[in-house]
């Protein structure tokens, strides 16, 4: 067991002092261990964050990560089959599961307090002792390709899937996190152990516990469970080429009633200094019932039941989003509404009320969010692992109630260029170069 630090967040406990908002601690090994003690929580959350994703595939294997996560429940020699597995969790009264995104997998579960040495247990026998066998790789594989075919049998969804190749083009980040049904059907039981072998390092993952626990016996527990695991440091994620996909508008036929529409842009990274102003510029886009899309598109034209924008933030690249779901003879209607949401960002800077009511739904949907000691145990441990720190909660907040309206009309400056725009239809879509004459600021 190595190095143990206070989180740089405080929060008043009263005249007592104060108390850490986290501890981070490293094992000997290099897996690095966060805790945020909530004392008066009755829950724990343990969350392994790994840190790969379909960015690290290449495209032999893609959609191995995701596929991965899924067999990592399958059975260990310990617990020998999925059903054991989830008993263990469940029959405390918790819950387990896991994702996958594009630069990392998170392994979790939430239990009662009294229970994180189970809890603890459970996951590390699934990250370092899993089988794998190949009849459960087999029978996994069908699994997989019906969640595929889920996904594009929901239009919405599929269009933001094809968004994703709009914007990034044939690159992995640009790629399915799931992969295809054919790519799937190829993989077999070397594969994931290769893949194990190149990312799932400890020093390619973090512990993070959250809840009614101390740092000290989330460490030894730690230390216990994860004493065994090795490893050479995992490769980087290639740079994301910055060009956008050709072509950039993908529209996808079919016969049913609404147009699926997101627009799509190259953002900011996690780490640019404009990522406040632009989580406020979009909170006055497309977030929320009071914002100018909601406003515009649905209350006064009617043109769409569901509207919105959002932002997602990588290593070196973002994208925001906006989608909603329209009649065909509103399609290029609500296009150009929403182009012109865009522009007038650009153009005019946003009033003082306007203002005012963003950074106080930024800032307080920002602290809402972080309630449970899931939230608490998400938000601390894929900040460790994306960005080797946390910050500060009140800091956060700082920062987003400092944002001026130059500052959103300046982020909006930079992002919103015709050259920077993407397009992704499923429905009745209409002629793909007609749209793409639409995607114009």
């Known amino acids: 067991m190595a190095r143990t630090k206070q989180g740089d967040g405080q929060e008043s406990q009263g005249a007592a002092g104060h108390t850490p908002v986290w501890e981070i601690g490293q094992l000997a090994n290099g897996m690095r261990v966060v805790t945020t003690p909530v004392p008066a929580a009755q829950s724990v959350s343990v969350n392994v964050f790994i840190g790969v994703g379909s960015r690290g595939e290449e495209r032999r294997v893609n959609g191995i990560s995701h596929y991965m996560e899924h067999m990592l ?43 994180l040495p189970v809890a603890m247990d459970v996951v590390a026998d699934m990250l370092l002792h899993s089988k ?42 640009g790629w399915s996190i799931a992969g295809t049904l054919e790519i799937i059907e190829g993989m077999q039981r070397q594969d994931f152990f290769d893949h194990l072998e190149r990312w799932y390092t400890p020093q390619n993952a973090v512990l993070s516990v959250a809840g009614n626990t101390t740092h000290s016996a989330v460490m030894e527990m730690a230390a216990r469970s994860f004493a065994g695991w090795s490893g050479a440091a995992a490769p980087r994620f290639l740079p994301a080429h910055p060009e956008l996909g050709t072509p950039r508008v993908q529209a996808e036929h079919r016969d049913i009633a609404q147009c699926n529409v997101a627009i799509g842009l190259r953002a900011v990274s996690r780490t640019d200094p404009d990522r406040f102003a632009l989580t406020i510029l979009n909170n006055i886009l497309g977030r929320g019932m009071s914002s100018r899309l909601f406003k515009e598109v649905r209350e006064r034209r009617g043109l ?16 925001m989003s906006i989608s909603a779901g329209v009649t065909p003879d509103k399609l290029h209607e609500a296009t150009t509404v929403i182009l012109d949401e865009l522009r007038r960002l650009c153009n005019e800077p946003v009033g003082d009320d306007e203002m005012t009511k963003a950074r106080d739904y930024a800032a307080g949907s920002f602290r809402l969010g972080l309630e449970s000691t899931m939230s608490l145990g998400q938000r601390a441990g894929e900040a460790l692992l994306t960005l080797g ?22 982020v909006a400056r930079r992002l919103f260029h015709s050259h920077n725009l993407a397009m992704a239809v499923v429905g009745p879509a209409g002629d793909p170069d007609e749209l793409d004459k639409l995607l114009v600021l």
């Open 132 to 173: 794998i066998e190949q009849e459960e790789v087999d029978r996994e594989r069908t699994v997989v390709q019906q969640e595929i075919r889920r996904s594009k049998d929901q239009p919405g969804a599929w269009a933001g899937e094809l968004l994703s190749r709009a914007v990034f083009g044939d690159q992995p980040i």
């Open 73 to 115: 429940f399958k059975g260990t020699e310990r617990r020998p089959n999925a059903i054991v597995i989830a008993e263990a969790i469940e029959g405390a009264g918790g819950s387990l599961n896991a994702y996958t995104a594009k630069e990392l997998t998170c392994y979790w579960n939430h239990v009662p307090y009294d229970h």
């Open 304 to 319: 769409a039941y569901s509207v919105g924008s959002s932002v997602s933030r990588h290593a070196d690249t973002g994208t």
């Open 389 to 410: 720190e946390i910050e500060a909660v009140d800091d956060v907040v700082t920062k987003l109630r400092a944002i001026t309206a130059e500052d959103v009309q300046r």
